[in-house]
């Protein structure tokens, strides 16, 4: 099994277990987009939970850290298709319909091959996408600056954490998709979630 089919697999493990902890009961008009029509427009899910009304949400987990809770979250702004193809990540990607992500930090029993019941909790944030965009060009972020910043990254081919601080780039060349991320540390995301919650 190749490490993307096990993040696929452990995706939907996740998704089982939101759904019966806690869509089925804190959230209204409930839908689960399932086709891969949705799924490739970045909309996992769409609810009403207050005063939020029918929001379209991508739910994003770190997969690859079960049980590290991490200070930090990676959001993708470039990756190479197995053609090598260069393709814009799902951060700045106009082609994705939803407006917020749930970002998700789990904890299970085991790391692997997981299932729903080996969950033990997820921590989760309830950010607008807008907001974090935001957020990153009050930190001197602007889509036109990191863009540069990631050209250059994939022309000199500098691998590891570039920048540091709050927010910083990280290349990771050893996967066969090389992603190119931000990294924001979770303390900030905090201040901009619409909703802070565990499920358990």
């Known amino acids: 099994m190749t490490h993307r089919q096990r993040d696929s697999n452990v995706e939907k493990e996740i998704a089982k277990f939101m759904d019966e902890k806690f869509y089925a009961s804190e ?3 409930f839908v689960r987009f399932e086709d891969r029509e949705n799924q490739l427009k970045g909309k996992d899910v769409s609810f009403t939970l207050n005063e939020l009304k029918n929001i379209i949400v991508d739910e ?11 200070p930090t979250f990676a959001f993708e702004i470039s990756f190479l298709r197995t053609s090598g193809d260069w393709t814009l990540g799902w951060l700045f990607d106009d082609t994705k319909e939803n ?3 749930i970002l998700i ?5 085991k790391e692997w091959n997981l299932v729903k019941e080996d969950i033990t909790k997820l921590d989760c944030l309830l950010v607008n996408k807008q907001k974090i965009i935001d957020l990153l060009e009050k930190e001197g972020f602007s889509k036109d600056k990191i863009m540069i910043e990631e050209e250059r990254i994939r022309r000199e081919n500098t691998p590891g954490k570039i920048g540091s ?5 990280y290349y990771t060349d050893r996967l066969a998709e090389k992603p190119i991320n931000m990294v ?3 303390e900030k995301l905090i201040e901009i ?3 802070i919650f565990s499920i358990q």
Do not use: E, M
Not at 105 to 109: H, K
Not at 165 to 169: R, S
């Open 105 to 109: 930090w789990p904890f299970a029993s």
């Open 99 to 101: 407006d917020y992500f």
């Open 27 to 29: 959230v209204q008009d």
């Open 165 to 169: 601080g709050n927010i910083y780039f």
């Open 60 to 70: 994003k987990a770190q997969t690859h850290y079960i049980n590290r809770n991490l």
């Open 193 to 195: 979630a619409d909703k």
């Open 184 to 186: 924001i540390r979770k």
